[in-house]
């Protein structure tokens, strides 16, 4: 939910537009920053009521790369730029503009909030068969078998020379 409500704004929008008072009058009435009605009054103007309505929109890579050229194309603002398409937050825009000078189209990517999903039960670790089980399965099952666990049991014995290697260089290191 947003702070202020879409009626609120809109009247003060109507309030701007009507003429008799100015922008810091009517910030400096209500406790607000101008440039946050300045903001609304830019967006009424553009969008209509729709654009001070609340919104929840994941933007694609494309239409931020669209906003950012067209904001260096026609050398504009990034209120002028939110203003034009319809975004909330003219500080998101900033935060594409660095993302993307820094780490290129990658960085406007969407990628889900929150935490990771828990792993599903398909990834999880087999069940260990008891040997009444291992009766009942073919010869080629069990040899398929024997031959994954002795991989893995070579594995995990590299891997744990490998990280023994490499305690012992940081060992050395530290001396």
Do not use: C
Not at 31 to 51: F, K, N, P, T
């Amino acid at each position: 939910m947003s702070k202020y409500s879409e009626q609120f704004k809109l009247s003060l929008v109507q309030q701007y537009l009507s003429g008799t008072d100015g922008l810091k009058f009517i910030a400096r009435e209500h406790g607000l920053e101008h440039s946050l009605i300045r903001r609304w009054v830019s967006a009424y103007q553009q969008h209509g009521i729709s654009g001070l309505q609340t919104k929840y929109v994941v933007y694609s890579a494309e239409f931020k790369l669209m906003v950012l050229e067209r904001m260096r194309l026609d050398e504009s603002s990034q209120e002028q730029a939110a203003a034009l398409f319809d975004i909330r937050s003219p500080a998101q825009i900033g935060i594409w503009k660095r993302g993307y000078d820094q780490h290129g189209l990658e960085a406007l990517t969407p990628r889900p909030k929150g935490r990771p999903r828990r792993m599903s039960d398909s990834s999880s670790p087999k069940k260990i068969n008891s040997p009444a089980d291992d009766v009942s399965r073919s010869r080629e099952d069990l040899l398929e078998e024997v031959h994954q666990l002795r991989m893995e049991n070579a594995y995990l014995k590299k891997l744990g020379a490998l990280v023994q290697a490499e305690q012992q260089v940081q060992l050395k290191k530290q001396k």
